[in-house]
């Protein structure tokens, strides 16, 4: 057999990875439900649907035959000028499942696309209206928004401390992450709220827009609020007249146990960001999605207040048509009694956990998605733990990755209770030696 992971290792620049000291890459040669399987063929249960984009399991022969059948008929065409049926199709068919403010659909590739866009929407819907003022976000503290200069300088991820020279000013506010059992959580959010009410007092005229992620901050080690408590910042936001934009490149889709995490408040945001399980996990495609309200400020009869940002890949047809098959299954009864059950799994393994394991606190969950926190000394370096720790699961046949001090589980739909029961009742004797 080839070693095809040493080739890897010579030619391949890898996200995310340092090289130096990074173990030779998994080769996966075919993807089969939750599971991956390897050149060795050994599986690998994704309990992080590869990198949270996969919702129906690997190679979903529903998906890959819509791709098959448009790749015949059209791969890809210019979408300035031009349109074509499977963009139309999926918007009508995003439509259905999205609330009526929110119906001007703009085509993008990845999340960070999506974000990036967000901003500059946001920036111009202000300075179309000549408000040239406006010209900073509110967001939360830790927040991750995607790896471009924009998206980057929103967020405040520890990831992009090397590149702050160069991102904009913003203003932070806490997130006030919670736990089962945390008491300290209506003080959090206090301390957030009154942050939010000092930052809009003060700045109020040259905020452009909150930018969030709602519910569920993920890269920043799968953190959760209370729902009470992000409609209440929306509100207070909207009262004073600064934009709302939600990020659910990561919450879309069910991961929250609802199709989009704003569905858990009583309000709707000014833009959302779409992208990740847009497709079920096949193809790169992103959307940011607004309200007719904002689309009409970009109207004119000229050039200068139309929306000049666009990728060559804009809307590609085969990434439509794996979107559409992809919401066709996210609205099939299956789906939401699999996402039931992956819930349900959830709870009773991390109510098992939080009765045996003394080695983890923290515990949290929404709909399909669960973390909770190892109690490591503070002396320990975090990157090698994280490092011994995935090597540890992949032995063990599962993928997971942990941020910092966190582990979560976020896996694709059709992952069974069993499965998960599974991982539950192993996972402590996999972190064992770790303490
Ligand atoms: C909330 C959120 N926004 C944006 C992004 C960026 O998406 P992408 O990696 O597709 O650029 C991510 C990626 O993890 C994300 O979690």
Redesign the pocket.
Known sequence: MINLAKIDKQIIWHPITQDKIADLPVIIKEGMGPYLIGQDNKKYLDLISS??VNLYGHANPHIAKAIYEQALKLEQVIFAGFSHEPAINLCMGLQKILPQPLKRFFFSD??????EIAIKMAFQYWFNQKDYNKKSYISFAGG????TIG?MSVGQSPLHRTFGALLFKNHHIPFPQTWDGDLDVELKEEISLNALQEIIKKHKDEIIALMV?PLVQ??NGMQICRPSFLEEICKLTREAGILVIF?E???GFGRTGKNFAFEHIDFVPDII?L??GLTGGFL?L?LTIATEKIFEAFLGNNMQVAFTHSHSYTANPLGCAAAIASLELLVKAETTENISTIKEAHTIGLQKLLATEAKLEKFRQIGTIAAFDMVLPDDLDLFKVALSLRRKFIEAGYIIRPLGKTLYLLPPYCTSAQELEQFYENISAIIAEEF
Do not use: F, I
């Open positions: 990198w949270w990845n999340g960070s696309s999506a974000t991750y928004h995607g790896d998206a992620e993920g890269a990020d490149v990561m919450t960001c992208s990740k790169p992103a």
